[in-house]
Structure formats: C-alpha cells, structure tokens
C-alpha cells in the first residue's frame, strides 16, 4: 500500500502545504498589522477632525451671540432716537 516512493511523495505534499500555509499566515498577519496601522491614523484624523469640528462650532455660537447682541443695541438705539423723537404734547401742532 504505502511504498517508500508514495510516502516521501506524500510527505513531500504535506510539507508544501504546510510551508504554503505558514508564508499565508505571515502575509495575512502583516495586512493585518497595516490594517491596525490604518485604523490609528484614521483614528487620529477623525480626532483633529472632531476638535476642528468643535472649535468652529463655538465661534459660530460666538457669532450668533454678538449678533444677537447687535440685534439689541440696534433695537436700542431705535427707541433712543423714537422717545427723543416724540413731539412734547404741550406744544402746538403748528
């Protein structure tokens, strides 16, 4: 059945395979350490991303305070120069 020829074949086989699978091991495990590698600098973008993210959202809160104040010293001024405006109810109309 198994003849000194077959066997050292067989090992042969066996031994291809086995160097086949340890060179895919390797290469899967350094895509999987370019993968982790990937992973961080995605991770560190995403984090000066969010940071930019949240300082542009307080210099839009910023800006809609100071506006918003504006707004009020307008409205401000507007009644300032209505109450000088208002004609003195004693004084004749011509």
Not at 75 to 92: G, H, K, M, V, Y
Request: glycine share 2%; net charge negative.
């Amino acid at each position: 059945m198994w003849d000194d020829r077959s066997w050292a074949r067989g090992w042969t086989l066996a031994r291809a395979q086995f160097d086949a699978l340890i060179d895919e091991r390797d290469c899967l495990r350094d895509q999987l350490e370019a993968t982790r590698q990937s992973l961080q600098d995605s991770n560190a973008a995403l984090r000066e991303v969010t940071e930019a993210l949240h300082e542009l959202k307080a210099a839009v809160i910023a800006r809609w305070d100071a506006e918003r104040r504006v707004a009020e010293l307008h409205r401000e001024r507007e009644i300032a120069r209505a109450q000088a405006a208002e004609r003195d109810p004693n004084l004749l109309l011509n």
